[in-house]
Nanobody, 119 residues
Framework: QVQVVESGGGLVQAGDSLKLSCAASGGSLSLYIMGWFRQAPGKEREIVAALGWSGSYSYVADSEKGRFTVSRNLAKSTVYLQMNNLKPEDTAVYYC????????????WGRGTQVTVSS
């Protein structure tokens, strides 16, 4: 079973940058896809980015391309979400999750980290 813990959220101003971290442990991580999701108040959870540990698979939502990038540090078993030029509408709880490669549903979720962007 994979455990994931997010960190790096906070209160920033519009135009600032923030880098979220997701530390993963347990299982054979190379067999998993790591995803970043967010959920704003009153809205459904949406996927923002995803990455395979091998680096062969990478995804960023079209709406965030050019501002968000996803990366990983294999030695630290950590996945990152770099967010630049943040906007107030990026305010949300950001979650990290893991799913086995080839599966549709993300099975293992962190507790989330709050990102608040003030105008």
């Amino acid at each position: 079973q994979v455990q994931v813990v997010e960190s790096g959220g906070g209160l920033v101003q519009a135009g600032d940058s923030l880098k979220l971290s997701c530390a993963a442990s347990g299982g054979s991580l190379s067999l998993y896809i790591m995803g970043w999701f967010r959920q704003a108040p009153g809205k459904e959870r949406e996927i923002v980015a995803a990455l395979g540990w091998s680096g062969s698979y990478s995804y960023v939502a079209d709406s965030e391309k050019g501002r968000f990038t996803v990366s990983r540090n294999l030695a630290k078993s950590t996945v990152y979400l770099q967010m630049n030029n943040l906007k107030p509408e990026d305010t949300a709880v950001y979650y990290c999750a893991a799913k086995p490669r080839g599966e549709t549903a993300y099975e293992y979720w962190g507790r989330g980290t709050q990102v608040t962007v003030s105008s």
